[in-house]
């Protein structure tokens, strides 16, 4: 067996430690690794490192490396395992010497964009005529009269500010997931 | 343990932006993996922030830490994509708040479909008024199209007769005439100069612009007593600017002389003409005129 694919096999074998670790079911686990790796990018963006999702993956490797050690031995909060980990795997990028920035992919921003423009239009659409017209209108006017505008919509709604606040990022974020996906079907096509 | 109500939705966008003290930052991040609820919030609060961005919303402060700190991940980058789109979208008003190369980059920015779509019915419209104009109004096309042009005479072999049909001879101006259309003959100022004129009393000339213009100069003489004439065209200072051999008289009592304009310039001037007897050159007279 080539090193290569003894590695590969190794990486599949701590994957599959970690999941099991996580969570009984493969399902669920699943879950909670996207959850874990999501915060993890989350609070080492906040720390402005420039690379987050490696650095992510990285103490994701690491901790599925470990399993065998603590699985029996660690109590606790799992994820703030994966915060201690972080921690250090941090603290060795902070060492290294700084890398250039990458260069951003501007050749495909403008398709991109053309893309991401088809998809909103194409994602407005399926969404509850109410919740349509909701986002139209948080959306719809400048900072000055955006606070009058959205009081004059809580009451329409019957709501408070803050939850009309929560129902328009809610209905945000479901565009955003359905967008997401649009753009995905875009790039295979 | 801390609960979300404990932290504030202005602490949460400071985390996002990278600006809790270490301490903060510490219990905030052990929170964040495991409170659900903050992760939620949190997860909110990015909208929020991308969307303020997205809009303008920002202070200058705020606003730098967001692009430095923001953007950093590809989930992130398209939230942003998406806060832009709906901005493009649902909020004009919003983009009379941006810089103005910022606005006319969001107003021109071909890339966006709106945009193709309007060039494509433009051309498809210029397309069928086109096709309706040939076919429904034939006369108005006829305008457009170019009409046959008869030749041009051609220039006759002496244009000099064909100018000055009464002029007999006149070397110089022969030549520019000959090379010329018909229409763009050059025009003369025409000055008749008496040979009692003195250079107090002598007349005016006005000096006509371009090149190809000349002024004509009929010097008046006495009597015919010679076929052939010379003149010579001198500043006061004695310095010869022109001359012309060969003239004969016009009606027996007046000889042209054309001066390129080009030659002369403001200030006063003396014509000397002569005349061949019997092969030697004998002054007849002078005269004088004045070019303003």
Request: aromatic content about 8%; hydrophobic content about 40%; proline content about 5%.
């Amino acid at each position: 067996m080539s090193p290569a694919k003894k590695l590969q096999l190794l990486q599949q074998e701590d994957l599959d430690r970690l999941l099991a670790w996580l969570d009984s079911d493969p399902e669920r686990a699943g879950l909670i690794y996207e959850k874990i790796r999501r915060r993890l990018i989350t609070i080492l963006a906040s720390r402005h490192c420039s690379v987050p999702e490696e650095l992510a993956d990285e103490t994701i490797d690491r901790v599925a490396r470990r399993i065998e050690d603590i699985r029996d031995t660690y109590a606790g909060e799992k994820a703030l395992y994966f915060l201690g980990v972080m921690n250090n795997v941090h603290h060795e990028y902070l060492k290294r010497p700084a890398l250039p920035p990458r260069p951003s992919a501007d050749e495909d921003e403008g398709a991109g964009e053309e893309a991401t423009y088809l998809c909103l239009d194409k994602c407005l659409d399926k969404l509850a005529p109410h919740a349509r017209r909701l986002i139209e209108q948080y959306y719809a006017e400048n900072k000055r009269a955006k606070i009058d505008l959205r009081k004059r919509l809580a009451t329409e709604f019957g709501i408070s500010l803050n939850i009309l606040r929560l129902r328009a990022l809610r209905i945000r974020e479901k565009l955003q997931v359905c967008i997401e996906e649009c753009l995905c079907q875009y790039h295979l096509r | 343990m801390q609960n979300a109500a404990d932290f504030s939705d202005e602490t949460i966008r400071s985390f996002l932006l990278g600006r809790l003290s270490s301490t903060e930052q510490s219990v905030f991040e052990e929170q964040f993996l495991v409170n659900e609820e903050l992760e939620a919030r949190v997860r909110l609060a990015e909208f929020d922030l991308t969307d303020d961005y997205a809009f303008g919303r920002l202070s200058a402060t705020d606003q730098t830490q967001f692009e430095q700190t923001f953007p950093l991940t590809t989930e992130r980058k398209q939230k942003l994509n998406v806060s832009t789109a709906l901005r493009d979208r649902f909020a004009p008003a919003s983009v009379s708040k941006l810089p103005m190369a910022e606005r006319l980059r969001v107003l021109v920015d071909f890339r966006k479909p709106a945009w193709r779509y309007a060039f494509a019915v433009l051309v498809l419209a210029l397309l069928m008024a086109t096709a309706w104009l040939v076919t429904k109004e034939p006369q108005i096309v006829q305008q457009f199209l170019p009409k046959r042009v008869l030749p041009k005479p051609a220039a006759t072999s002496s244009p000099e007769k064909a100018n000055h049909p009464s002029l007999s001879a006149s070397p110089t101006h022969a030549q520019q005439s000959a090379q010329m259309p018909a229409h763009e003959a050059p025009s003369a100022s025409i000055v008749v100069l008496n040979a009692k004129s003195t250079i107090d009393k002598a007349p005016a000339v006005r000096l006509p612009h371009g090149d190809n213009e000349v002024v004509r100069l009929q010097l008046v003489i006495e009597k015919n007593q010679a076929r052939r004439y010379r003149a010579e065209v001198l500043t006061i200072a004695g310095q010869s600017i022109y001359s012309s051999d060969s003239l004969t008289s016009y009606d027996d009592f007046m000889v042209n002389l054309d001066i390129p304009a080009r030659l002369i310039k403001p200030g006063d001037y003396q014509v000397r003409l002569t005349r061949s007897t019997n092969g030697s050159p004998e002054k007849v007279t002078s005269y004088y005129f004045r070019v303003q």
